[in-house]
């Protein structure tokens, strides 16, 4: 942690998952967006209840507001799509903040072993230094790749 902290790397983009009962004294705990899947579940439920509000909002304008102008029909499906997109990624996230998170599956057996998995972020020019960094000073850590698919959040 220190070593991450004198290559300035800010702590709250240095995230660490360890087994129950180990002690993470100086380390900083990953927070329920690393631990649980709830970021994906919620792109999961958002996708879907954008879809079946959509059809909602179908459904209503077909069999409820035939009669109705071009303008309230549109309105009402897109106010459908939304409604659904929202409650589906809501619904969706508090399910996924309760699944441990399926990237970190990989990791199960050598955290239950006592391994600290360490995540940082840092931008993609860094990334060589950082690990450069990280191999001279602790050559007993073990590399596992990069996560490319999380966007950088400022």
């Known amino acids: 942690m220190d070593d991450l ?11 660490c998952i ?3 009962g180990l002690s993470m004294d100086g380390l900083h705990d990953a927070n329920v967006l690393q631990r649980s899947d709830v970021v ?11 879809v079946f509000g959509c059809a909602l909002g ?3 304008v077909i069999t409820l507001a035939a009669g109705s102008g071009a303008t309230a029909q549109i309105s009402t ?4 799509t939304a409604a659904g997109a929202l409650l589906g990624a809501w619904a969706s996230s508090m399910v996924g903040a309760g699944i ?16 600290v998995l360490l995540m940082i972020d840092v931008p993609e020019h860094r990334v ?3 690990r450069e960094r990280l191999h001279a ?18």
């Open 77 to 80: 499906v897109l106010g459908a």
């Open 18 to 20: 360890a087994r129950e």
């Open 40 to 50: 994906h579940a919620a792109q999961q439920g958002l996708l879907l209840g954008a």
């Open 58 to 60: 179908g459904f209503v």
């Open 128 to 130: 060589e230094e950082i």
């Open 5 to 15: 902290l004198l290559a300035r790397v800010e702590e709250r983009h240095i995230h």
């Open 100 to 115: 441990p998170n399926s990237r970190l599956a990989a990791f199960e057996t050598p955290i239950a072993a006592g391994k």
């Open 137 to 154: 000073v602790h050559p007993e850590a073990e590399d596992r790749g990069l996560d490319p698919h999380v966007p950088a959040v400022p």
